[in-house]
């Protein structure tokens, strides 16, 4: 595990590199989630540079103090800004985290990043999210006044899964309690007022929209929007899978990645 700091607090990440030389990819987690998330998806490290991050309060990262919205969004930016620009200068294994791979919360903050942050990037993958992520207000109430609520909510069929193994709703549930209700509140109400749907066409690297059929927290639809309004926007969706499809279909999800990544030289042209 490496750690960046930056802004006054240290953000903790991951990397897995087997010689892959594709460009690398910088993986952001959701609402309540931490970088294991997105531990089959070091099966790609042969092809490309693999990088996940935990945001701020989240798994081994530092918290900040942030108000849910904006500013809490902009953090988490900054977050995956640091990890990347630290990556590019390390002395040893230098590299750009160039292909930005957002799940849900993540997908905002990498289109935000994309947005709003100088970085040279080469694509971006947009996975079960939006450009506009409404929170159901019962849903928000619950993570005010009830959290086992929320949590239990969130575990139900074809949420966070479609039809795991019991083991992935207990890591699953045990990452939000590991957060902690405040954060998770916070990363639920940053969602719910996010919306770029006016900004989709300044969007201009090539752009992969990934959901799983089954996903009832960002359904399918939210993808048919990302792709309409980004100009090179593609969009692929994972059989037997629903929010979490990285964890839940690892081998659909993946080889979706990886042929997407692999062709970006030529999308790029």
Not at 209 to 217: C, F, K, N, Q, R
Request: charged letters at 30%; aromatic letters at 6%; hydrophobic letters at 40%.
């Amino acid at each position: 595990m490496k750690r960046v700091p930056h802004h006054g607090r240290e953000t903790a990440y991951r990397r897995f590199d087997r010689g892959g030389d594709g460009p690398t990819l910088c993986l952001v987690h959701g609402s309540g989630g931490t970088k294991d998330v997105w531990k089959a998806q070091a099966r790609l490290a042969d092809r490309f540079p693999i990088v996940s991050i935990d945001l701020s309060g989240h798994g081994d990262s530092d918290d900040v103090d942030a108000v849910p919205g904006p500013e809490t969004l902009a953090a988490y930016a900054d977050d995956v800004a640091a990890v990347v620009e630290a990556e590019a200068a390390d002395p040893v294994d230098s590299t750009s985290a160039t292909v930005l791979c957002g799940n849900s919360l993540g997908g905002a903050v990498a289109l935000w990043v994309a947005l709003e942050r100088d970085l040279d990037l080469e694509g971006l993958v947009l996975a079960g999210t939006g450009a506009r992520l409404a929170v159901l207000r019962d849903l928000l109430d619950w993570l005010a006044d009830d959290f086992e609520r929320a949590v239990e909510f969130l575990h139900g069929e074809d949420r966070l899964f479609h039809d795991p193994p019991p083991e992935y709703v207990d890591l699953s549930a045990a990452a939000m309690h590991d957060c902690g209700r405040a954060t998770v509140e916070r990363d639920f109400r940053t969602c719910h007022r996010f919306d770029v749907r006016d900004r989709l066409d300044e969007i201009a690297v090539p752009t992969l929209a990934v959901v799983g059929e089954h996903d009832g927290l960002t359904p399918p639809r939210y993808h048919d929007v990302l792709a309409d309004g980004i100009e090179r926007c593609e969009r692929a969706t994972i059989e037997e899978a629903a929010h979490l499809a990285m964890l839940e279909a690892p081998v659909g999800f993946n080889a979706v990645i990886a042929d997407f990544v692999g062709r970006l030289d030529r999308l790029s042209g």
